[in-house]
């Protein structure tokens, strides 16, 4: 099976502009969670897409969005872009085993996409 | 909320050294626990897991045991090689945070010939 794949890798943008950034799940994953990673706050959540809606959110401004096509395809949206919005952004694909009472969760991570913000 | 507190780095080793990553964790419910690795200028990868209390997770030579009693999940390995080098985080997921991941801040481990 193909692994998570994230689009582009690099980017460099200016304060004010917006980005888009685009990810694809591992086949047959339905879930799709975004994930930010800066030195000085290591690893955040950002969102979580699951069939096409928004079904857990981090604490973020309403500057980050997302949303998820049909296809599990994922992208997320940050606007107004900051000097602090520089970071690698981690998509990851899961899925969800439930058994009774007991459930778990596997993230699987793509490669991440760089932005830099001048 | 939950946690995650890991050793800070980084860690110096000299190849076939053993290992050990402190990890402990804070938690309502009951998460599942996992390290994971990232290699430079790499994503994460899921390096190992253990689910509920007193399993042992193990992956390429590195170990680590679920304790609920001390509320711990340390990554160990027996001998270290430079091919190791990378940065080791341990994170954990509960159902009452719809299975979000919460990270700790990373150990970044170098491992010299």
């Known amino acids: 099976k193909a692994g998570v794949t994230q689009t582009p890798r690099y980017l460099i943008k200016t304060r004010g502009q917006q980005v888009t950034l685009s990810c694809s799940p591992i086949?047959?994953?339905?879930?799709v969670s975004w994930y930010q990673q800066t030195p000085g706050q290591g690893l955040q959540f950002l969102f979580e897409?699951?069939?096409?809606?928004?079904?857990n959110k981090g604490n973020f401004p309403g500057r980050f969005s997302g949303r998820q096509f049909s296809n599990s395809r994922s992208e997320m949206n940050v606007s107004t872009l900051e000097l602090g919005d520089s970071a690698l952004y981690l998509c990851?694909?899961?899925?969800?085993?439930?058994?009774?009472?007991?459930?778990?969760?596997?993230?699987?991570f793509g490669p991440g996409t760089r932005l830099t913000v001048l | 909320g939950d946690s995650v507190t890991q050793m800070e780095g980084p860690v110096t080793l000299s190849e076939e050294a053993f290992l050990t990553i402190n990890c402990t964790y804070t938690?309502?419910?009951?998460?599942?626990l996992f390290w994971y690795v990232q290699y430079p200028g790499e994503g994460l990868q899921l390096l190992l897991k253990?689910?509920?209390?007193?399993d042992k997770g193990s992956n390429k030579g590195f170990e680590a045991t679920y304790r609920k009693e001390t509320t711990s999940f340390h990554l160990e390995k027996g001998s270290v090689q430079v091919s190791d080098s990378a940065v080791y985080f341990c994170?954990?997921?509960?159902?009452?945070?719809?299975?979000?991941?919460?990270f700790g801040k990373g150990t970044s481990l170098l491992v010299t010939p």
């Open positions: 253990a689910t509920k209390a007193d």
């Open positions: 938690a309502t419910g009951y998460p599942s």
């Open positions: 994170a954990l997921s509960d159902v009452n945070s719809g299975y979000a991941l919460n």
């Open positions: 990851a694909s899961s899925f969800y085993y439930k058994q009774g009472t007991f459930s778990y969760n596997e993230q699987f």
């Open positions: 897409y699951f069939s096409e809606t928004q079904r």
């Open positions: 086949s047959g994953h339905r879930s």
